[in-house]
């Protein structure tokens, strides 16, 4: 059964802190990674995908990295606007179109 | 280019009550999906449709149907609403190929 995992489950940062999420996954041979950002009361975001370890995507002071177990996303001096909840997802390998996701980071950016 | 929509925004049901929810999109897109968000356990596919006429069953599908009559539209339904139905409700799309999953703003319902 397709598994993952987010930490932490809330994070709080001053502006200009930066910081890491982690999401760890067990899948079955794995097609894509997702990275998503919900805010409070609307549906997710798309930021990222990734599909194989070592790869790394980036916008604007959001960086997404992927290894054989986990990925990270990297937050570079943050600004409050960046709060929300970040979502990670996997599809494997043979599942016709089955995302399985994270139960979320709350990230909370202070002035 | 409004993206996804869903109606309606809000809705609270009596169990045993039934309700259908509409999703568009207007991006073309081949495949679209119906999930469920509740607090702690993240997004949970209910069905999916990978083309008109066609629909399959996801992770959690017990209590619900769909139809998919025309590429634009995905309906879910609820034939007899239960209070674990009570949750968030959000369609998605996507392109053939990729899988990068574009959503709605979701449709909050409580079942009473």
């Known amino acids: 059964e397709d598994q993952v995992t987010q930490s932490p489950e809330a994070l709080r940062l001053q502006e200009g802190e930066s910081s890491s999420l982690n999401c760890s996954y067990t899948?079955?041979?794995?097609?894509?990674l997702f990275w998503y950002r919900q805010d409070p009361g609307k549906g997710p975001e798309f930021l990222f995908t990734?599909?194989?370890a070592g790869e790394e995507k980036e916008k604007e002071r959001l960086k997404a990295t992927l290894t054989k177990k986990e990925s990270f996303l990297h937050i570079t001096a943050p600004k409050p606007e960046d709060s929300a909840t970040y979502l990670c997802?996997?599809?494997?390998?043979?599942?016709?179109?089955?995302?399985?996701f994270g139960s979320g980071t709350q990230l909370t950016v202070l002035p | 280019n409004a993206g996804v929509t869903q109606t309606p925004k809000f809705r609270v049901l009596k169990t045993g009550q039934s309700m259908t929810l509409l999703c568009a999109q207007d991006m073309n897109h081949e495949y679209m999906y119906w999930y469920r968000q509740d607090p702690g356990m993240g997004l949970r596919l209910i069905h999916y449709?990978?083309?008109?006429?066609?629909?399959a069953k996801g992770e959690v599908p017990d209590g619900y149907n769909v139809s998919r009559l025309k590429k634009q539209n995905f309906l879910l339904g609820l034939e007899s609403a239960a209070p674990s139905q009570t949750s968030v409700y959000f369609c998605?799309?996507?392109?053939?190929?990729?899988?990068?999953?574009?959503f709605g703003p979701g449709t909050r319902l409580t079942v009473l």
């Open positions: 990734l599909y194989s």
């Open positions: 899948v079955s041979g794995l097609r894509g």
């Open positions: 998605a799309s996507s392109r053939a190929y990729y899988n990068e999953q574009f």
């Open positions: 449709s990978v083309g008109e006429g066609t629909t």
């Open positions: 997802a996997v599809q494997a390998s043979g599942s016709a179109r089955q995302l399985t």
